[in-house]
């Protein structure tokens, strides 16, 4: 076997030796012969024949010269291939001369792929795209475990005993979020990290340039020193090679330089959603005997990488032992015994990977619209190719050679449909950042690659296939002889028409569901929009700023500095109202504290509620618009010296004191150790957390009597006009007073809102285009049904019409078939979105994935314009002269 | 039908060439054309064309080899020449050849006898 094996490589080999040789070898061959007929011819004439008898005799002797060529070119080359190549050439020509058809399929195709791709691309940036870590998978974030079941963040001394203890982690590190303003240049604030100093080597990054941070480096009292991003090293530094080792000032400090990380490095790593990327880390330098450092100091997050051979399972139950003996040691310093483990890819990208792969689904229905419209296109084409086809196989063309012929053809409008698809993928991250998607992880990292290109030709050759099948089985079943009977009547019509019907059923179905989810996201969207965020965010403007500098170390300056630019705000022209505060509502600013009312502390305070606390000077009600519901505002006269007083919440009061009166209670915020607060007031409830979040507890304090006033604080101003306009004014107000002071994160409240409503917005503008391109899709192939049985049966209304059919009689004939498939479609589709929409349900609000007012909106809009794509192509048959029908054909 | 004519005929054909080859040394199809018709005494009448499908099978097995070459008069032609493979494929085939003639012309005789 082996031998005959052997011979048939040679045989190949030779056949594409002789395929890539091509023409020359024709032109050998065919010397070879005409010498041997010469050479036959002279033969005969020395045999005393006359030259033309000669040449007549050569050539009767050696037989047909042009079989002879084929014969060689089937043993010498690869027919397979050259009758690809014929095929491709004649579908070029056939495409070209119908240029319509090749256009809308074309354009159909380029939808469908392209939206595919576009949603593919970011899926690949955001979700697949590996992180930048050595062996992410085997980080993980070490949450404790608070008394709700919900992650907690640590206190130095608890990641201490854990770092000690545990046997799982071969590294553990832990982060805090540091925001310095760094003085080069303008005063700049950055997004930055606290980290330990083995924090890069648990992520598994090395420097660029310069070092690592060292151990020893990681205490209080030693040099200060930071890692700068790539990024901030090109901005700030223009990329000096020599910056290692160099003091950058930075919050009145001055820091070493350490290295510079990589640009491929891209961190991910913020507790502020809108604080954009981190660019600098600092070292921790801790000590477990600062204040900050306590166990129920939860700001830090623990990051582990552990140990080969250790799964997150087993680390999870070594920690949940090493923090159960910590809580039986320190019983009043610990809520509940245990930890959470995360995943740093769930983590990361968790709360994205379920809208991404909701839009994913949603993206894939509108391939399978286009698909179905392909096949109807192709097979409505098939139809009037049948006698071609006939012709073809009556000259003996295999089925095969004609569905391969039809594939070729489907393939390369696949191809260009393809090309023209990635167009939209190309644009993707422009049209994203318009439509404010900055919520989600990575973006910047969403761009064509090869993964994406292979997805995009991949499923340009499935719908091929898919739409392929339908007119390849409609031909197969074409009747040779009736098909080449002059004037016959297309023969298959029962088998096509039923197939092109169950098209327009299921691209109405799809439709459908696409467009009832839009509905339903379009509806809890202005649903939330409705909802009061518990202030008035129209005309306020915001900006961040923060004191930093010997002389705020004394607490007296930093209030004093707050209140001096509040006052110079409120002498601005336009300003009706200004205030500052240490946390605004729907900012991302995250700031609780325990909430410890008297007569009602549990034995372990650390299982008293807390509350969103907010550091306030006189005149933030005002300027937000809070509603005061009880009692007195907080005024100037509360200073430092006066007793201290608080504001609480609806929510607070009603849960702290149901029934009672709160007002002249008392309440220790935090520290135990410090004197009591009395509630003076009572404010309507804020979302600060989101539209969509029940407003949690809330307490306002004076910044005037926190013991250590805020240096963090945020201006809120409202204006009477525009808040854009006094952008600058505001900032040369603060500024007159301290002009090396940073302003950052100047926005209007409004846009806050619009923020903590951009993912929905997203879902909702994404699944929304998506519904759009496929009813546009599926009105293209009811249109074209409807208009092809109404050209087919021309004739037959012409009878009708003679016979003294009325007109609506023969509309509502016409009509019929159309909407009767359009209406199979939306029962499918009905069910279909019942079984599908309970996914979106993350992502609705206040609507109930089956809401009927929804469904019946939609399916009436469906049908309305399905009925005006039914109705154009009827009317127009209506418009047919009787004797011009009986004449049709 | 047809095909399978051809086939034997082929066949037959291929063992003629390589033998043609074997005695004469390297040949032009011209040549090889003539020494079958001057050996079969026009006993095979063959058109001359089929000698160059042969040839281009025998090329593909790597049983014979071509060369640009010059003729007795002077004329550009491929010479073909059997290849050591080619010996040895016209061993087999010849041995072949004789078994199967030897077995028909036995069983011709046998029917004849009866």
New interface residues.
Partial sequence: MGARRG?RV??FA?KLRGFLSGHKRDN??E???Q??LQ??GEKFVAQGMSREEAAAAARR?????T??QE??RE??TLPAIESLWQDLRFAVRVLRKSPGFTTVAVLTLALGIGANTAIFSLVNGVLLRPLPYRNPDRLAIVWEKSRDGSRDNVGYATYLDWKAQNKSFEQLAIYSSWQPVLQVGEPEQLNGLRVTSNYFRTLGIHPEIGRDFLPEEDSPNTNKVVMLSHSLWQRKFSSDPHIVGKTIDMNATQYIVAGVLPASYQSLMTQDPRGGAVEIWRVLGYDVSQPWACRTCHHLVAIGRLRNGVSIAQANTEMDTISAALTKAYPKEYDDAGVILTPIREQLLGPASTPLYLLLGAVSFVLLVACANLANLLLARATNREREVAVRTALGATRARVIRQLLVENCLLSLLGAAAGLIPAQWLPKVLAVIGASDLPRLDQVRLDWRVLFFTIGIALLTVIVATLAPSYRLSKTELHDCLQEGARSSGNVVGGRLRGLLIVSEVALSLTLLISAGLLLRSLNRLLQVSPGFDPANVLSMQTSVLGQRFNDNQAVRQYFSSAVERLRALPGVQAAAAASQIPLAGNIDRYGFHAEGKIHANPEEDPSAERYCITPGFLETMRIPLLRGRDISPADTATAPQVLLISETTARRMWPGEDPIGKRVKVGDMDKPWWTVVGITGDVHHVGLDAQPDMQMYVPHQQWAFPDGLMIFVIRTAGKPAAISSAAQQAIHSIDPTQPISRIAALANYVGLSVQDRRFALILIGAFAVIALALSLVGIYGVTAYSVAQRTREIGIRAALGAQRPELFGLLLRQGMLQVLYGVVAGVLASVAFTRFLASLLFDVQPTDPLTFAGVVLLLVTVAAAACLIPARRAMRVDPLVALRYE | MDAKKSEVLQGTLDLMILKTLQTLGPL???GI?RRIEQVSRDVLQL????V??SL??L????WIAAEWGTSENN????FYSITKRGLKQLELETENWERISGVIGRVLRLEEEK
């Fill in positions: 011979s040679r045989a030779a050998e061959f010397n070879e012969i010498e041997h050479s036959l002797q050696f037989g047909n010269t079989l002879l014969d060689r043993l010498q | 032009h199809g011209f054309a058109n001359e064309g089929t160059y499908t281009l099978r090329q593909q097995q790597g004329r550009k032609a491929k």
